[in-house]
């Protein structure tokens, strides 16, 4: 039985250089950064701990 997983890191470099070029081509632009939505924690999620002493509520 043969693996055809790459067993070694020397192995996986060269596997990953015989990949073709149209794989490894980009598909197009880097979409823009946008903000993050506000983080918010529910009074049911806060009465979940706090009893809890670990969590400061």
Do not use: F, H
């Not at 073709?20 to 993050?36: C, E, H, I, K, W």
């Amino acid at each position: 039985m043969t693996s055809t997983e790459p067993s070694t890191i020397a192995e996986l470099i060269k596997d990953c250089a015989d990949l073709p070029d149209s794989l490894m081509a980009s598909s197009g632009a880097v979409p823009q950064q946008r903000a993050a939505a506000p983080w918010r924690v529910s009074e049911a999620n806060t009465a979940q701990v706090r009893e809890m002493d670990d969590y400061g509520c």
